[in-house]
């Protein structure tokens, strides 16, 4: 990956000069991006609990999102794991893994909370169309994955199940390597009239906290290459084309030469044994 320079007072409108974002993946319409491994991120050890992450597509978001910031679309990281019940490590590509044991996790759980300036984004468009893309590797299934989901980005949680910008990315408890995408034409049912219900889960290891009552244990490990959420109209894309684009980016960020290829991880057998 090459190097971008900012030319103040620099303004290039022809087409033979293509934008050049602050990573291949973005787009015009990009919102929220997370990926460990990335200069932005700035991580060179797992997240604490309550550690305020930047958001790769900060610049596109604040461009976006009236009054926002790139400083205030950061993540913040949750993690209430304790007694070895949920354990995170840097891959050798620097991807973050959350080994979850498959038994009784007693409410515990750790998330990527998304940016209150993203929440508001959607409570004041909830009828725009987004397009949803994770890059990841499902390290030990789950023993039960029944009503199970890993990322709302937007939830009501009054109904979340009925009232979300819902992703359920592991649609099946299958392990390996991922590319998922999912299309929500607009948010189901409503934001809520007290903004404080209004949430959001980017990512989560251990259980959506929307969700707990459906399946609080049990969970699936995962290493989280990639989450990204975008605004389909603002990118000038379909999401066909977004999904062509976005599928096309995974595949070589794997091969021989990509960013995460050979990339390695401890079993989640060694970091969260079987309970």
């Avoid at 319409?29 to 050890?45: E, K």
């Avoid at 409570?123 to 397009?131: E, K, L, Q, W």
């Avoid at 819902?166 to 948010?187: H, V, Y």
Wanted: proline fraction near 4%; charge should be negative.
């Amino acid at each position: 990956m090459g190097n971008k320079y900012v030319l103040d007072g620099a303004s290039f409108t022809d087409e033979k000069f293509p934008k050049i974002y602050d990573d291949e993946r973005l787009t015009d319409g990009s919102l929220l991006m997370f990926d460990a491994s990335h200069s932005i991120s700035g991580l060179s050890s797992v997240p604490a609990h309550g550690a305020m992450i930047p958001n790769i597509a900060g610049n596109t978001a604040a461009a976006l999102i009236d009054g926002a910031t790139p400083e205030n679309t950061a993540f913040e990281m949750f993690n209430t794991f304790t007694g070895g019940r949920g354990v995170f490590e840097l891959t050798t590509k620097g991807a973050l893994h959350g080994a979850v044991i498959n038994g009784a996790q007693n409410g515990e759980r750790a998330y990527l909370k998304s940016p209150g300036s993203f929440i508001d984004y959607i409570t004041n468009n909830p009828d725009r169309d987004y397009a949803l893309f994770i890059w990841a590797n499902v390290t030990r299934v789950a023993t039960n994955a029944s009503n199970y989901y890993d990322s709302i980005p937007f939830f009501n949680a009054a109904a979340a199940s009925s009232n979300s910008l819902l992703a359920s990315f592991l649609s099946n408890n299958a392990g390996g390597q991922r590319f998922e995408k999912n299309a929500p034409n607009g948010m189901s049912g409503s934001p809520n009239s007290n903004a404080g219900l209004n949430r959001g889960d980017l990512f989560a290891w251990g259980n959506i906290s929307a969700y707990d009552s459906l399946n609080s244990d049990n969970a699936r490990s995962v290493v989280l290459y990639c989450v990204h959420v975008i605004d389909v109209a603002a990118s000038g894309m379909t999401f066909a084309e977004l999904s062509a684009r976005d599928a096309e980016l995974y595949a070589a960020a794997f091969a021989p030469g990509g960013r995460y290829y050979n990339d390695s991880y401890t079993s989640a057998d060694i970091l969260a044994p079987e309970s």
